[in-house]
């Protein structure tokens, strides 16, 4: 199994014993109206996701922070001739929602991907465009918003390689001051 630990985070892949757990969050009002999708999903859908993400061009994390199991993470649909890969990430636990969990797990994750899967050369998130905090959140990250998007109401919005390395070296910085043990990522 694989697991990713930097700053406060762990994140871990996403396991059949946790698709009820975040089949919960996922349908939880604060989650869904934050989703493009927002039809209510039941354990047969949940089983049937599970099948078609469950493989090497899908990285499905469940966030543990503070050792608690509080949201998920995503790097999707990974085409590997091309560079690409898509990232999502929502926080279920709502005490959890204003923590530094998706911030750690965010950092962790386009680490992973930039850095130690070295075919990846750009991310994309694909965000609704009346998801102010999620807009900000993103660019924070570094992402930008493609050209002609502005009109859609689901938004994509672009992040390069060479541009994490420089938001990236920056916000690695800011979470190790808050982070008082090692920044290193374990695999």
């Known amino acids: 199994m694989l697991i990713l630990e930097q700053f406060d985070v762990r994140l871990i892949r996403l396991c059949e ?3 009820e757990l975040i089949r919960s969050w996922r ?3 604060h989650v869904v109206n934050q989703m493009i999708y927002r039809e209510y999903i039941t354990p047969e859908m949940q089983q049937a996701w599970f099948q078609t993400i469950n ?3 899908n990285y ?3 966030i543990e922070f503070e050792g608690k199991k509080v949201g998920l993470i995503n790097a999707k649909n990974f085409e590997p001739e091309i560079g690409f890969g898509e990232g999502g990430i929502f926080i279920g636990e709502r005490d959890f929602e204003h923590s530094f969990a998706a911030v750690y797990a965010s950092l962790t994750l386009l680490n992973f991907v930039f850095h130690m899967m070295t075919s990846i050369e750009f ?3 694909r965000i609704l465009k009346d998801n102010v905090r999620a807009i900000q959140y993103n660019k924070m990250l570094g992402y930008e918003l493609l050209t002609n998007q502005e009109a859609t109401d689901n938004q994509l919005y ?3 390689k060479e541009r994490f390395k420089k938001v990236g070296l920056k916000l690695n910085k800011a979470a190790s001051l808050f982070f008082a043990g090692s920044n290193l990522m374990k695999l």
Do not use: I, P
């Open 17 to 19: 014993t946790d698709l």
């Open 27 to 29: 349908n939880a009002a």
């Open 55 to 57: 493989n090497k061009y």
């Open 60 to 62: 499905y994390f469940v």
């Open 123 to 125: 991310s994309r998130v």
């Open 158 to 160: 672009v992040l390069t």
